[in-house]
């Protein structure tokens, strides 16, 4: 499996507070991805990076920031966190152009109250 | 993006090959055919990637037809464990380009 990593795991957190979840990978891919799952919905994107400070929107970027220092790094971060948030996110990693294929990390099941 | 349709769920006895059919009429000539399992409380998985004809590999085949406007993802003799959800998924073949999941089919295997 590849080397993704995300943390926390879990995490419960009230209305109104930040927070940031990481996504940490040894594969030295370029590509790095945060996805949300909500029943009914499927997965959807959140934002993507391309490269170190590199990074782009996804269909759902609304209430959500994300920065990427360094390669292996990925941080998503909810300025402000609301209940609608209260999602499973999962990272995803890719790299070269000519096999697009995504690996997924264990996912952060986060609550908010 | 290629929009895709594929059916929301599907039931199948163990032992028994199971077609999942995707469409994508608007498929672009340069996008590619991605499938992707996941099961409960898991990352999805990558099972297979095509772009015309047959792709085969030890846990899924791949048919695409000429015109590339469906594919249908076929696993030969399903056991439980694979019940999951399946997501179709047609997209330019680059990183920075992210691939768009639908709502996947759920397959549910019995016994």
């Known amino acids: 499996d590849a080397g993704i990593t995300q943390s926390p795991r879990h995490k419960v957190t009230e209305t109104g507070t930040p927070v940031t979840l990481r996504c940490h990978q040894t594969?030295?891919?370029?590509?790095m991805y945060w996805y949300r799952q909500d029943p009914g919905h499927g997965l959807r994107l959140i934002h993507y990076s391309y490269g170190v400070k590199d990074t782009d929107k996804g269909e759902v970027s609304d209430g959500y920031s994300v920065s990427r220092s360094k390669t292996e790094d990925f941080l998503l971060t909810l300025e402000s966190a609301t209940s609608s948030q209260t999602s499973v996110y999962f990272c995803?990693?890719?790299?070269?152009?000519?096999?697009?294929?995504?690996?997924f990390g264990p996912g952060t099941r986060l609550t908010v109250t | 993006l290629a929009k895709t349709t594929q059916p929301i769920s599907m039931d199948s006895y163990e032992g028994q090959e199971v077609n999942i059919t995707c469409s994508h009429n608007?498929?672009?000539?340069?996008?590619?055919i991605t499938w992707y399992q996941q099961f409960p409380s898991q990352g999805p998985r990558f099972i297979i990637q095509g772009y015309k004809t047959k792709v085969t590999n030890e846990v899924a085949s791949l048919f695409i037809p000429a015109d590339r406007k469906s594919s249908t993802l076929s696993l030969p003799r399903v056991s439980l464990s694979d019940t999951a959800v399946y997501y179709c998924l047609v997209g330019f073949h680059s990183g920075n380009t992210p691939l768009v999941f639908g709502k996947g089919t759920r397959l549910s295997v019995i016994a």
């Open positions: 594969e030295n891919h370029r590509y």
């Open positions: 608007n498929i672009a000539t340069n996008d590619y």
């Open positions: 995803a990693i890719s790299d070269r152009d000519e096999r697009y294929e995504q690996y």
